[in-house]
């Protein structure tokens, strides 16, 4: 039997907790796609749900310890409601801000899921948006885009005045292929998970090219359709490396580190419905939740995790918060990982 490393290199993080559970609507998660961990110590979840199902799609708002606030943003084109958000992000003053990659606008709320405003239009103009995904705020409180099918990244305020764009449709450094996931570094950088690259790119705060990180593959310090990227103090990235279903962590150099392929238990909520549910809490203690891998491909890594429960399985995106925890919000089985740096 072939054993499935879940954890390989230096020992950067360590797993803790799962949270999530999958539910079409209330308190659950359905193709969560992002996380915010925000300033008010609650987490916000973006669903973008089966195919924009008006039930499924929904910001759902939880804590570490699995507490329920609510849901907002539901299905709709008025004010304060979502058709296909992808991505979040929090301003300096607790603005919750969701990309809609359907509407091609940017909604705020507040942290009670308050609609506050909306701002956006479809075109390739400057300031116009076509699917954007990736957003992340500046210490300034200027806004990145990532303009996804645009295939640059736009700059704004946070009240959707354009500043400026770059990037253009590419393999060389500097261009883009459907950039998604973004983050601002500590140091004022920007980091794009540029997905069709298979690789992500460092950008100074004024846009221009640092460094490049990563090449096509399945091996150490390669990657498949990157989606998301974090980069801590020390300049050590975090990447959600979606189409190799696992995540990996490079050090400065974009030296190989740690790759994860998941470790998940079961969370709060799974656990309570269990208890409730019994016959199905009976089926799943007689199920084998690590079947034999040698029936999978050794070169399909989502074929093993569409069937062993504790691996990633689509991770979307990933986040660090001021404490050491890292936050790997996994779209097919609607949950969220949650890892802590050692050191």
């Not at 303009?147 to 005045?161: I, L, M, P």
């Not at 983050?183 to 992500?200: C, E, F, H, K, Q």
């Not at 989606?227 to 490079?250: F, K, T």
Request: proline letters at 3%; hydrophobic letters at 30%; charged letters at 25%.
């Amino acid at each position: 039997m072939t054993t499935l490393a879940s954890d390989t290199g230096k020992n950067v993080l360590e797993y803790i907790t799962t949270l999530g559970i999958l539910a079409m609507e209330g308190r659950g998660f359905e193709y969560p796609t992002d996380t915010v961990i925000a300033k008010n110590g609650r987490l916000y979840v973006t669903n973008r749900s089966r195919d924009m199902g008006e039930r499924g799609v929904r910001v759902t708002v939880l804590d570490i310890d699995s507490e329920y606030y609510g849901t907002f943003g539901h299905y709709g084109q008025g004010e304060g409601q979502l058709i296909s958000p992808m991505c979040a992000a929090e301003d300096s003053q607790g603005g919750i801000y969701v990309t809609d990659d359907y509407t091609h606008q940017i909604t705020e709320f507040d942290y009670e899921g308050n609609f506050v405003s909306s701002w956006g239009v479809r075109g390739s103009g400057n300031g116009e948006l076509n699917g954007p995904s990736g957003i992340a705020f500046d210490y300034e409180d200027n806004v990145y885009i990532a303009d996804t099918h645009n295939n640059r990244v736009q700059k704004f305020t946070a009240g959707g005045e354009f500043i400026f764009s770059f990037g253009s449709k590419g393999a060389d450094e500097g261009q883009l292929d459907l950039p998604w996931g973004i983050t601002v570094a500590p140091s004022g950088d920007l980091y794009v998970a540029d997905w069709g690259n298979n690789r992500i790119q460092q950008f100074s705060a004024d846009s221009e090219f640092v460094a490049t990180y990563g090449v096509s593959g399945r091996g150490d310090g390669e990657f498949l359709r990157p989606s998301g990227v974090a980069v801590d103090e020390r300049g050590y990235l975090y990447v959600s490396d979606w189409g190799n279903e696992r995540i990996q962590i490079l050090d400065t150099d974009g030296a190989f580190l740690q790759k994860l392929r998941g470790q998940a238990t079961l969370s709060k909520w799974a656990t309570n419905f269990l208890e409730i549910n019994v016959e199905e809490g009976e089926a799943r203690s007689k199920a084998n939740l690590e079947p034999n891998t040698d029936i999978f491909d050794p070169e399909d890594p989502h074929a093993q995790s569409a069937h062993i429960e504790k691996l990633f399985w689509a991770p979307m995106s990933i986040k660090l918060d001021d404490s050491g925890k890292v936050y790997v919000t996994e779209g097919n089985r609607h949950r969220i990982q949650v890892y802590q740096r050692t050191s």
